[in-house]
């Protein structure tokens, strides 16, 4: 009977700008995933893509001065170069604009419409042009949107309406009773309670007369397809969906939709009532991961925080790279980027423990067993060769459990404990104390062959991981290219006699980032001098809100400078003042400030500020300007007028 096959796919990537660590993140997981099913002997299909429709590109492309698919065809290349950078494996990479993804779009719509699950209606509602999405009224946070926080516009016009709201009692139902649908645990929830309001009819259509970028309707040419309701269904299009039975009926339904959870209701509600109408089965897991933070900012372009994942695997190493993306991150959880946090991830696991240990190894083969493996020995009943292939066996065995949980941080973990352990094996054997006369078929020798033995284990676990330098390790044990991962288990694969490859730094390390330059002194307080008068429009622009302090702490290497974590009631902030000659860190939390809400993002000291305070001073004190002490409690958020 052959294995199940596996079919895992990323959310397609819009084309308005090149691609950022988010987009790393997921489709270096996917690649991971993809790998190690692959090398588990599952046929496997890793798709992945663009979204080249909809509004943000049509505006991407105006602020260029091309056309939308000029601006497409630019953009897409930078996937598709990062992603060979980054050594993905995807089976296919699909755009929303090739014909065998609109043929596939128009036919799902054409049988929609046949069977009346999509209507023409009059529409009045809030739209936001970033997320090219409609909020009813209700929804709206502060009269904003509610998904980014930006403003939206009303908007009266007919379009077109899938009846997603019948489904909502099924969709319920069919998360309830399959808790494996929607991962982790708490985005599930998160959905249900979503699904206890009521579910409006989801609008597919723009007319063109707004946005004629997009799939043509094949009921309405005035009309053109949704953005979210066209990309979705890029997961079955590449397939063959309709096209070639046989194909599709082999992948589908997916095993994982692996997405960020700021799609999540795009994913779990439009996507699967969408399949339902279809009459087509649902996909075994949708799983959003978190995001990516600097500090307590999630990265993102209006805020100018990105990481540019080309120039990391550039200055660091691809595999390096990829390591610290999946050990670092609790899957479903949030996680924080600093390069501090990246160097000392890599010489503590890669450079210290996983190098090292290999150069050891290669270094005493070399001067004790002439550059060749030793013979193979026979795995003692007991003693610490025992304990040490027991601790690797258990690398295998918890490695696979949490790939298949989804929990890859756990597995490598576990890995790297292997790793060590193998380090400690020798501390306690010391096989560089031995003559060099006899060591091949003495103890030395046994030992060595053990220790080579269990690197190759760890190595091929964390092949899928860290392809390129892993299989460089493996050729240094004098294995070739075929992989023997269905004999992580057995002991003697290495062959004796073969010769391994003189010891080379396979993890240098890193030297710690330079620390920032000192502050330069503050320049004495000038005499008050008259400032030009400034016109009410100009003063109207601020936006000036109370907020809350949450945390204060010094920045490193800066004696003026702390930095702040402030609610402004929907949202929190870090800003970056320089109020710390006059006030301690512990003295800051609970109390309301004034802060400029609508500044823009700036890095001080390398760290991103979203604001800044007000605050009055005179050269030789200073006080922070809020709601007055005796007056009412402000709530975070409130405007300044």
């Known amino acids: 009977m052959s294995p199940d096959p596996f079919y895992v796919t990323t959310p397609i990537y ?84 090739e014909d065998r993804h609109q043929r596939v779009v128009r036919a799902c719509l054409q049988d929609l419409y046949d069977r009346g699950e999509i209507y023409r209606a009059e529409y009045d509602g809030w739209y936001c042009t970033p997320c090219e999405r409609f909020f009813m009224e209700k929804d709206l946070a502060d009269s904003n949107c509610p998904e980014c926080g930006r403003g939206v516009e ?71 397809c949704y953005v979210w309701f066209d990309a979705l269904v890029n997961y079955i299009s590449a397939i063959g969906f309709g096209v070639e039975p046989e194909r599709f009926a082999r992948w589908w339904p997916a095993s994982y939709h692996l997405i960020g959870k700021d799609i999540l209701t795009t994913h779990t509600v439009y996507w699967p009532t969408m399949l339902h109408a279809l ?39 691809v595999d390096p790279f990829r390591y610290f993306l999946m050990a670092e991150m609790t899957l479903g959880q949030d996680a924080t980027f600093s390069e501090e946090a990246f160097i000392r991830r890599y010489n503590s696991d890669l450079a210290n423990d996983l190098g090292n240990l290999q150069s050891r190894i290669l270094k005493l083969l070399q001067s004790k067993c002439g550059g060749r493996l030793p013979p193979c020995p026979p795995l003692p009943v007991a003693g610490p060769e025992k ?71 760890a190595a091929t676990l964390l092949l899928p991981v860290m392809p390129g330098r892993m299989m460089a390790l493996r050729q240094s044990l004098g294995l070739g290219d075929e992989l023997d991962f269905a004999r992580l288990s057995t002991f003697g694969v290495l062959q004796p006699g073969t010769p391994v490859a003189p010891p080379a730094a396979l993890f240098p390390r890193l030297q710690a980032a330079a620390p920032p330059p ?3 002194p503050a320049p004495s307080a000038p005499a008050a001098a008259a400032q030009p008068l400034l016109a009410y429009d100009d003063f109207a622009r601020l936006d000036l809100r109370t907020a809350t302090i949450l945390s204060a702490e010094p920045v490193p290497g800066a ?12 949202a929190q902030r870090q800003i970056v003042a320089g109020i710390a000659k006059a006030y301690a860190p512990a003295d800051l939390p609970g109390r309301q400030i004034v802060i400029v809400a609508n500044l823009a993002p700036a890095k001080i000291r390398g760290i991103v500020s979203e604001g800044m305070l007000l605050a009055a001073g005179d050269g030789k004190q200073l006080c922070l300007v809020g709601p007055a002490a005796d007056g009412p409690a402000m709530p975070p958020g409130a405007r300044v007028k």
């Open 14 to 97: 819009y084309v308005n700008d090149r691609p950022h660590i988010g987009h790393a993140y997921t489709t270096i997981l996917a690649d991971v995933l993809a790998r190690y099913h692959r090398l588990l002997g599952q046929p496997t299909f890793f798709l992945t893509g663009t979204d080249e429709h909809g509004q943000k590109v049509a505006r991407a492309a105006r602020e260029a001065g091309c056309t939308p698919r000029e601006q497409a065809d630019r953009t897409v290349v930078r996937f598709q170069d990062l992603w060979r950078r980054l050594e993905i494996t995807h089976d296919d990479f699909i755009r929303t604009t």
């Open 154 to 224: 009303q908007i009266r016009e007919a379009n077109y309406f899938f009846r997603m709201g019948q489904y909502r009692d099924w969709l319920v139902d069919y998360i309830e009773t399959h808790p494996d649908f929607i991962q982790p645990d708490f985005r599930r929830n998160e959905t249900l309670g979503f699904l206890r309001q009521e579910l409006n009819d989801l609008c597919i259509s723009r007319p063109k007369s707004r946005l004629a970028w997009g799939i043509e309707l094949p009921f309405d040419a005035d009309y053109v």
């Open 279 to 317: 009459g087509l089965p649902m996909p075994q897991t949708i799983f959003a991961h978190g995001w990516w933070l600097l500090g307590a900012s999630k990265m993102s372009k209006s805020l100018g925080n990105v990481v540019n994942p080309m120039e990391m695997a550039e200055r660091y190493g």
């Open 387 to 457: 304990d040490l292939w027991a601790a690797v066996q258990q690398a295998v065995r918890r490695l696979h459990e949490t790939v298949l949980g989804m929990r890859l941080d756990l597995g490598l973990a576990e890995v790297l404990q292997a790793v060590r352990a193998i380090n400690r094996y020798l501390e306690i054997k010391q096989p560089w104390r031995a003559a060099t006369a006899d060591a091949e078929a003495g103890e030395p020798g046994l030992t060595l062959y053990i220790a080579a033995e269990a690197l190759r284990v």
């Open 518 to 520: 000192p502050e330069p």
């Open 559 to 570: 004696d003026k400078l702390l930095k702040l974590q402030v609610d402004l009631g929907t």
